[in-house]
């Protein structure tokens, strides 16, 4: 599946409604809270020396927002340029420097080597490639860099309402990737990582959640 265009316009069609899930916009207090709290347990504290984070498919910029005001120096990459022009619109709201560009996150228009933290939230499900897509991700990073993948198998990522893409249901990930073989993915690229199951914290998406969620946080030689 290669059709960009139409991924791209299915996309931009639901960045109007993007931010009415709980997890996605972070509007209620409680939801917002849980997400400052794993965050803080993911990224080292910003201290002197705030990181460089790069956000690939940024969506809205709801986690941009979040890490930008934990002191972090924040690029955020989506192909949609709608959902790139809601993050744009919400950092400059609250006043949180951060940059977005619009481009491929599997390949992000930025220099390798350059971050500190690259952070994927709900987003391999949806690439063609997403091994080498990981491959490059490990390659944005600066030596003892982390990686962190918000993953999971979401009902919803297979069963959508409305279909996503023509073609989707061939992806490699399509329905989303388990821990087990994300982690036998991402391995031989990093020097160690841990996964840490989200499920049992219904706080973090706003019910409660039956299906497999889960954060990978590995880091770099």
């Given at each position: 599946?290669?059709?960009?265009?139409?991924i791209?316009?299915y996309?931009?069609?639901?960045?109007a409604?993007f931010?009415d899930?709980?997890?996605?916009?972070l509007?209620?207090v409680?939801?917002?809270?849980?997400?400052?709290?794993?965050?803080a347990?993911?990224?080292p504290?910003?201290?002197?020396r705030?990181l460089?984070v790069?956000?690939v498919?940024?969506?809205t910029g709801s986690?941009?927002?979040?890490?930008?005001?934990?002191g972090h120096r924040?690029?955020?990459v989506?192909?949609a340029?709608?959902?790139?022009?809601r993050?744009?619109?919400k950092?400059g709201?609250?006043?949180?420097?951060?940059?977005?560009?619009?481009?491929?996150?599997?390949?992000?228009?930025t220099?390798?080597?350059?971050?500190d933290?690259v952070?994927?939230?709900?987003?391999?499900?949806?690439?063609?490639?997403p091994?080498?897509a990981?491959?490059?991700w490990v390659?944005m990073?600066?030596?003892?860099?982390?990686?962190?993948?918000v993953e999971?198998?979401?009902r919803?990522?297979?069963?959508?309402?409305?279909?996503?893409?023509?073609?989707a249901?061939?992806?490699?990930?399509?329905g989303?990737?388990g821990?087990e073989?994300?982690?036998e993915?991402?391995?031989p690229?990093?020097a160690?990582?841990?996964?840490?199951?989200?499920?049992?914290e219904?706080?973090?998406w706003g019910?409660?959640?039956?299906d497999?969620?889960?954060?990978?946080?590995a880091?770099v030689?």
């Amino acid at each position: 599946m290669g059709n960009s265009a139409a991924i791209t316009e299915y996309w931009d069609a639901a960045a109007a409604s993007f931010d009415d899930e709980p997890d996605h916009g972070l509007r209620s207090v409680a939801v917002r809270a849980a997400w400052v709290r794993r965050l803080a347990g993911w990224l080292p504290p910003a201290g002197e020396r705030p990181l460089s984070v790069l956000d690939v498919g940024c969506g809205t910029g709801s986690l941009s927002l979040l890490m930008a005001q934990a002191g972090h120096r924040v690029v955020g990459v989506d192909l949609a340029p709608e959902m790139v022009a809601r993050a744009r619109g919400k950092l400059g709201a609250a006043a949180q420097p951060a940059w977005f560009l619009v481009g491929d996150a599997a390949a992000p228009p930025t220099r390798a080597g350059r971050f500190d933290v690259v952070i994927a939230r709900h987003l391999l499900w949806t690439l063609p490639d997403p091994a080498a897509a990981l491959e490059t991700w490990v390659g944005m990073l600066r030596p003892g860099g982390r990686l962190v993948l918000v993953e999971g198998r979401w009902r919803e990522s297979g069963q959508a309402a409305t279909p996503y893409v023509a073609g989707a249901e061939q992806l490699p990930w399509h329905g989303g990737v388990g821990a087990e073989a994300l982690a036998e993915a991402v391995r031989p690229l990093v020097a160690e990582l841990r996964v840490e199951s989200l499920s049992d914290e219904p706080a973090l998406w706003g019910r409660s959640v039956d299906d497999e969620r889960y954060a990978l946080v590995a880091m770099v030689a």
